[in-house]
């Protein structure tokens, strides 16, 4: 670099010197070309070192940026803006005004209306100019918004929150599993779960699978019959072998269990079923179990009237009384004298059933007629 310095002077001088040498009038001098090359070595000298003036004479800085055409320096990092705003040292563009933006560059700090403050604000906010600040505050509740969540459904904003209520996945399909995202939605997955279905009663009663690829299947009933004596539901009521079914058997009301029912009071029944469990008719006091259509024995009586206050205890529609009136009789004796006789029975007259009287065992001859000499007290029986 240093020869190069050299040589253009010793090189401008020798063309001088040629020319001056000619003499022509008007041609360059020698103090000419050396000013010339003075020049020459400024600018090629100011290449060198990276510094470079602009148009308008500004002069660039040590770090080799260049300043803008109003003379205004760029900072440390060599940025300046167009109509020559200066960063600020994190590189953050001031604005018009001279407000220096937040770190984010969304929210200016400075404002004079609301419509000054440029930027996004987050969900359910909004910016406003308060005391020549940009604030963000929550919009008012009831504002609609979207809280991006495909299971909830008329989102709004309450407290700078927004939210929604949640939907209900329901295809009305028994066979899939209704479920939802929050990023998708609904969804039906089909069920195959072996599940089944059953319709109708007794004999009518069916079973089917609930689903097949998806679909539901229709349970359809049997067809009821004539009820019948066989243990089953024929008729698909929900019952089995009821009351006047075919084959049915005929059973009287028995409340007192002797085995004879009243006449009139039937079921047609496929078993007997208290309180109809006789077969026989017939009984004329069900509230006593001695009393029913019989044949007595010759030593069956009654002192006591039955449950229906008669003595009817065989149901022949009467009373029959055991004893009836007693006398003793004389009659005369071969070869003279009376013989006494007796007639058992109660000596006052005929004796109501269950009352007690004077019965006429024996009869004698005393004080020479004959007249009861052995009586006992006995209670009428009945049947």
Same mark, same amino acid.
């Given at each position: 670099m240093k020869l190069r310095f050299f040589a253009l002077p010793v090189l401008a001088a020798f063309l001088a010197l040629s020319i001056g040498c000619n003499g022509d009038e008007g041609s360059p001098t020698f103090d000419d070309a050396f000013e010339r090359d003075s020049k020459a070595t400024s600018d090629t000298k100011a290449k060198d070192d990276g510094t470079t003036a602009d148009d308008d004479g500004a002069t660039a800085d040590d770090d080799g940026?260049?300043?803008d055409d109003d003379g205004a320096t760029a900072d440390d990092d060599g940025a300046a803006d167009d109509d020559g705003a200066i960063t600020d040292d994190d590189g953050a563009i001031?604005? @018009?005004d001279g407000a220096i933006a937040d770190d984010d560059g969304t929210e200016p700090q400075e404002c004079e209306?609301?419509? @000054?403050?440029?930027?996004?604000?987050?969900k359910c906010h909004e910016f406003k100019c308060e005391d020549l600040k940009c604030k963000e505050v929550p919009v008012a509740d009831g504002t609609a918004c979207s809280? @991006?969540?495909y299971c909830t459904e008329n989102d709004t904003c309450q407290d700078g929150v927004c939210s929604g209520t949640a939907i209900t996945c329901d295809d009305l399909n028994p066979c899939t599993e209704d479920t939802c995202d929050p990023e998708s939605g609904c969804s039906f997955k089909v069920i195959d779960s072996g599940d089944t279905i059953i319709c109708g009663k007794?004999?009518?009663?069916?079973?089917?699978?609930k689903c097949t690829d998806g679909v539901p299947n229709v349970c359809v009933e049997g067809e009821p019959t004539q009820e019948?004596? @066989?243990?089953?539901?024929?008729d698909c009521d929900g019952h089995t072998d009821e009351e006047d079914a075919d084959d049915c058997t005929t059973y009287y009301r028995d409340d007192d269990g002797d085995e004879f029912g009243v006449d009139g009071d039937t079921r047609c029944l496929c078993a007997a079923a208290a309180p109809y469990t006789a077969t026989k008719g017939g009984d004329c006091c069900d509230k006593d179990d001695q009393a029913y259509p019989q044949e007595f024995t010759e030593e069956q009586w009654f002192i006591k009237a039955n449950q229906c206050d008669s003595f009817d205890y065989n149901c022949s529609e009467g009373e029959e009384k055991r004893w009836g009136i007693g006398s003793c009789l004389?009659?005369?004796r071969p070869g003279g004298g009376l013989t006494c006789g007796v007639k058992q029975g109660f000596d006052e007259g005929a004796v109501e059933c269950g009352v007690a009287a004077t019965y006429i065992v024996n009869c004698s001859i005393s004080g020479g007629r004959c007249q009861a000499t052995e009586t006992e007290e006995r209670t009428q029986s009945c049947r």
């Open positions: 940026a260049i300043a001031a604005d @018009d209306e609301d419509t @000054d403050c440029d930027g996004e604000p987050k809280d @991006d969540n007794g004999e009518c009663m069916r079973e089917v699978q019948v004596c @066989d243990g089953k539901d024929n004389s009659f005369p």
